[in-house]
């Protein structure tokens, strides 16, 4: 897999994803979707964080990401982000969950999306 090619090129099926989690678990995954159930929140460190449910026909996986929520429900999305097939928050064991490196609205109209 080359750096310089295209986030597109690397995009994943979330059932990709959502069947073989142990094959992308810390990795970097390119996915896209449907935002649905956006949660705001603050980390343990103070600061504005948000979560929302990443939805295709195949399903459903979590992302989380810092900073004020860029996406509203409904809004169709790419996410970068590390994947992590498990992590332990507390007492609670959260599966399959993207921590967004960055979240592009398809929505917008991006000139450097539109090609």
Known sequence: ???TTPAFADMLDLADLISHPEQYDRQEVVVMGEVTNVQLATNRQGQPAYGFLLKDNAGTIKVIAL???????GDQVIVEGIFSRLRQAGRVIIYNEIKALSIKSLNRLNPDLVG
């Open 1 to 3: 897999m080359s750096v």
């Open 67 to 73: 900073g004020q929520a860029e996406v509203k429900e």
